[in-house]
C-alpha cells in the first residue's frame, strides 16, 4: 500500500493516540528502518525507547521463531523453561540485592505492582513521586505522575499520592514520613525533558527510605537494560551504588515483543503470597523468548560500552554547533537542549531522514537511539544538525 492509503485507512479506523510523522514503517534493521515507499531513515528514537536491540536483531528473531513454533503461551499456572532460564539471566545482570522478578506487558503494569507490593509488604499506603515523573497510563501510575496534564487525564486519582521535587531532598523530607509505603522515581526523567539529579540525591533517599521504613522503587522503564551505558542506574556510580528495593522495567526488555517486570528484593518478595499478584499474559512463553533473547544480543555485541562511546561522541562533536545549550543524560538516553523550540529542528531532521523525538521540555530534543548504533551514524545527526 501507499503511503496516503494507509494514513487514511489508519486516521479513519483508529481513535487518535500520539501526533504521528509522516511516514508508515515497512521493516527495520539494526538503526535503520524503511517505509512503505521505500524510503530509508536512520532512527534516533528506537522505535519509542524500545528497540535497543536495533531493529529485528537476528538473535532475537530467531529465538521468537524457535519459540513460535514449540508453543507461543501458557500462563504461569504451569512451569515453563524459557520462563525460568529468562528470569534466571534478567536476575543475573541485576544489582545483587534485587533476587526476584515479577514478569507482567508493560511499564504502566510494572509501576502498578511495584506500588502494590510495597504498600503489601509495609502495610501503609501514601506513595511518593516527583514533579516531572512519568510512570504511565493506568490509574495508579497515571496518579503518580506529576508531569503536565496526565493527572488531570487520569481523573478520578486514585488516593494517597504526593509529589516532592526531583533532586531535593528537604522537599522529600517534608512529606515523608511513618505513613509512607514507597518513594518512586525515574532516575533520569526522560519525557520531562532528560533531567537529571546528582548521586548524593540517590544516596540520601535510600537513607530516608532505611531511617523510615519506605520501599524505594527506580522507575527503569527507559533507563534499564543498558541504555545509560550500565545494566541498570541502579547500583551504578550514577546513583552513587544505591539499590532500591524494587527495579521496573519494560521498553527495552523484549525488543518490541510487550513485556514488563519488576526487579524485586528479598525484603519485599517475602511478603507476597500466592495469589496476591497475578497476571494473565505476564511471563508467557514468547515473550520470555525475547526477553533471554535481548539479554543475550545486549551481552553478546557488547551494546552496553558502545551506548558509552555513543555518549562521548555526541558530547565532543556538539561543541561547535552554536545553539546547542547543552546534552543531558547518561549513555544511549540523550537530550540535546537547544536555544529555542526544537519543534522545527525535529521536522527539519525528519526531513532529512532522521527520526528523533520531543520531550515536555519545548526546548529538548530526545535521542533514545538502539544501543548498537555505530558512531557514523550518530556523525549523521551532527552534520545535520551543523548545517
Ligand atoms: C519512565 C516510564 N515509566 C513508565 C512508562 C509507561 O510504560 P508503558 O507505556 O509501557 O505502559 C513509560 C512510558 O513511556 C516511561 O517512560
Known amino acids: 500500500m501507499k503511503f496516503t492509503e494507509i494514513k487514511e485507512k489508519e486516521d479513519q479506523f483508529q481513535v487518535e493516540t500520539y501526533a504521528k510523522m509522516n511516514i508508515a ?19 534516533l528514537y528506537g522505535g519509542h525507547a524500545v528497540c535497543a536491540t536495533g531493529h529485528s536483531h537476528p538473535h532475537v528473531v530467531k529465538a521468537i521463531q524457535q519459540q513460535a513454533d514449540k508453543v507461543l503461551f501458557y500462563s504461569n499456572l504451569v512451569y515453563s523453561e524459557i520462563r525460568a532460564k529468562a ?10 540485592s534485587l533476587s526476584t522478578a515479577f514478569f507482567c506487558n508493560s511499564g504502566t503494569e510494572a509501576n502498578e505492582n511495584a506500588m502494590r507490593m510495597a504498600r503489601m509488604a509495609m502495610g501503609r499506603e501514601k506513595v511518593i513521586t516527583f514533579t516531572g515523573g512519568f510512570h504511565g497510563r493506568t490509574a495508579d501510575s497515571i496518579s503518580a505522575t506529576f508531569l503536565g496534564k496526565y493527572r488531570a487525564i487520569g481523573r478520578p486519582n486514585v488516593p494517597g499520592h504526593v509529589a516532592a521535587d526531583f533532586g531535593d531532598i528537604d522537599s522529600v523530607k517534608a512529606v515523608a514520613d511513618r505513613e509512607t509505603a514507597a518513594i518512586m522515581l525515574e532516575p533520569i526523567q526522560s519525557m520531562a525533558g532528560v533531567r537529571e539529579a546528582s ?44 539499590e532500591p528495593d524494587i527495579i ?40 520470555m523468548a ?10 553478546n555485541d557488547t551494546m552496553i560500552a558502545n551506548a558509552g562511546y555513543v555518549e562521548k561522541y555526541l558530547r565532543d562533536s556538539l561543541g561547535g554547533i552554536s545553539n546547542v545549550v547543552a546534552l543531558h543524560g547518561k549513555g544511549c538516553l540523550l537530550g540535546i537542549e537547544f536555544d529555542g523550540p526544537v519543534g522545527p529542528i525535529h521536522a527539519k531532521l ?32 551532527v552534520e545535520v544538525l551543523s548545517r
Request: with cysteine; charged share 20%; proline share 4%.
Open 199 to 242: 548521586p548524593v540525591f540517590f544516596k540520601q533517599l535510600r537513607e530516608l527510605c532505611d531511617e523510615l521504613g519506605i520501599i524505594l522503587i527506580f522507575d527503569e522503564v527507559q533507563t534499564g537494560i543498558g541504555r545509560t551505558g550500565n545494566w541498570f542506574f541502579s547500583g551504578s556510580d550514577l546513583a552513587d551504588s544505591v
Open 290 to 299: 525475547a526477553v533471554l533473547a535481548t539479554l543475550e544480543a545486549i551481552e
Open 25 to 43: 514503517v515497512e521493516r527495520g534493521s539494526g538503526a535503520w528502518v524503511w517505509t512503505s515507499d521505500g524510503e530509508k531513515y536512520l532512527d
Open 350 to 381: 525528519l526531513a532529512n531522514n532522521i527520526i528523533t523525538g520531543t520531550s515536555s521540555d519545548p526546548k529538548v530534543l530526545r535521542l533514545l537511539p538502539p544501543l548498537c548504533v555505530e558512531l557514523d551514524k550518530i556523525n549523521m545527526l
Open 248 to 287: 521496573t522495567l519494560a521498553k527495552s526488555l523484549g525488543s518490541g515483543v510487550p513485556v514488563g517486570a519488576c526487579l524485586v528484593s528479598e525484603k519485599v518478595a517475602k511478603n507476597i503470597k500466592v495469589n496476591d499478584l497475578g497476571t494473565t499474559f505476564g511471563g508467557g512463553m514468547l515473550a
Open 87 to 96: 528470569a534466571e539471566k534478567l536476575v543475573s545482570v541485576a544489582p545483587d
